[in-house]
T-cell receptor, first 113, second 117 residues
Framework: QKEVEQDPGPLSVPEGAIVSLNCTYS??????FMWYRQYSRKGPELLMY????GNKEDGRFTAQVDKSSKYISLFIRDSQPSDSATYLC?????????????FGQGTILTVHP | GAVVSQHPSWVICKSGTSVKIECRSL??????MFWYRQFPKQSLMLMAT?????????EQGVEKDKFLINHASLTLSTLTVTSAHPEDSSFYIC?????????????FGPGTRLTVL
């Protein structure tokens, strides 16, 4: 079993749709949860990070963490064509392993006008 | 925002040669740098962690003699792929962090695409 499993997609949605991206993880020791956006042939860019269960909002993006279910989600409201990219969840165990990120497989999102 | 650059962005080499990839933090000092590898349509896999002035720590399954990492200064880390073979063809991405604490975000470089013929 992979430590982090991400719905592979791909997803194709119309402009303005709400997008839901999801990951599950197996290790209850994981402490920090992040979502990255990666455009083609570019490095990942941090979108959201959190360390507690619950929701965190930033503009059109909401990150949700449920530690009891080991489930994390990213919601994008009013999606735009510029949101088209690969979205990666990433998890950090923290402690002495801090910074060693374990990534999900990535979900390719296409938002069409 | 913090900027991390990589050079070259794209390299083609013959099998058996060595290739050096540079990762630079342009506007901050990076205590820690990370090297990742990403195969097509797959996610990033951490290869190694390097702290300035120390030997790199490699993840399980990564050959330290094949992937030489040097972090000689707080703004530069290099990855050398020695005796490269076609199976080493991949997208190599570095990231840099100011420190070891939560909140010390990792900033990723744009990546280097290596093709070994």
């Amino acid at each position: 079993q992979k430590e982090v499993e991400q719905d592979p997609g791909p997803l194709s949605v119309p402009e303005g749709a709400i997008v839901s991206l999801n990951c599950t993880y197996s290790n209850s020791a994981f402490q920090y949860f992040m979502w990255y956006r990666q455009y083609s042939r570019k490095g990942p860019e941090l979108l959201m990070y959190t360390y507690s269960s619950g929701n965190k909002e930033d503009g059109r993006f909401t990150a949700q963490v449920d530690k009891s279910s080991k489930y994390i989600s990213l919601f994008i409201r009013d999606s735009q064509p510029s949101d088209s990219a690969t979205y990666l969840c990433a998890i950090d165990a923290g402690g002495t392993s801090y910074g060693k990120l374990t990534f999900g497989q990535g979900t390719i999102l296409t938002v069409h006008p | 925002g913090a900027v991390v650059s990589q050079h070259p962005s794209w390299v083609i080499c013959k099998s058996g040669t060595s290739v050096k990839i540079e990762c630079r933090s342009l506007d901050f000092q990076a205590t820690t740098m990370f090297w990742y590898r990403q195969f097509p349509k797959q996610s990033l896999m951490l290869m190694a962690t390097s702290n300035e002035g120390s030997k790199a720590t490699y993840e399980q399954g990564v050959e330290k003699d094949k992937f030489l990492i040097n972090h000689a200064s707080l703004t530069l880390s290099t990855l050398t792929v020695t005796s490269a073979h076609p199976e080493d063809s991949s997208f190599y991405i570095c990231s840099a962090s100011r420190g070891h604490l939560w909140g010390d975000e990792q900033f990723f470089g744009p990546g280097t695409r290596l093709t070994v013929l």
